[in-house]
């Protein structure tokens, strides 16, 4: 999705990078499908972020015709 930042949950990355987020911004999470970025909510909800997940991920996304910045996921 245009504008985003990658950050891996299933390693430290997202967790190391908890400071460059502004607590005062919304975050929106995705993945593939759904489940890797519900964990990245809890993470972020836990350190005080609003959070909204993408249910259904990019693949939902995509299926739907909203646009993506790259053709390959």
């Not at 995705?30 to 959070?51: I, N, P």
């Amino acid at each position: 999705i245009k504008g985003s930042i990658n950050y891996n949950v299933t390693d430290s990355t997202l967790a190391e990078n908890l400071d460059n987020l502004n607590k005062k911004k919304p975050v929106f999470v995705y993945c593939r499908s759904g489940v890797r970025s519900m964990q990245a909510a809890e993470l972020l909800k836990e350190h005080g972020f609003k959070v909204y997940n993408l249910a259904g991920g990019i693949i939902d996304w995509k299926a739907k015709g909203f646009p993506t910045s790259q053709t390959d996921y």
